[in-house]
């Protein structure tokens, strides 16, 4: 069973950092596209950013320039490097794994964003 496990959430004024952390467990992570969503209050779900198992990357429009994912394989773990953060990014994050034809979901961390 595939676990995740985000960290790295929490309050931040505008214009702030937050690298948010995903630890994965329970199967082979460096074959696994990951990636990170959002969802704001009363909004659905959304994408973030994905990184490939050969570490290509992709975006939302919303955050390219600002947000970075990374992949350690070594330590299981993927990264969202969240910088000159909006209002707008206020939501709770989640990761998730592409695991075969399978997809697994984190708990979720909050990001709030305020002054």
């Known amino acids: 069973q595939v676990q995740l496990v985000e960290s790295g959430g929490g309050l931040v004024q505008p214009g702030g950092s937050l690298r948010l952390s995903c630890a994965a467990s329970g199967s082979r992570f460096s074959d696994n596209i990951m990636g990170w969503y959002r969802q704001a209050p009363g909004k659905q779900r959304e994408p973030v950013a994905v990184i490939g198992s050969l570490g290509s990357t992709s975006y939302a429009d919303s955050v390219k320039g600002r947000f970075t994912i990374s992949r350690d394989n070594a330590k299981n773990t993927v990264y969202l490097q969240m910088n000159s953060l909006k209002l707008e990014d206020t939501a709770v994050y989640y990761c998730?794994?592409?695991?075969?034809?399978?997809?697994?979901w984190g708990q979720g961390t909050q990001v709030t964003i305020s002054s």
């Open positions: 998730h794994a592409v695991v075969g034809r399978d997809g697994y």
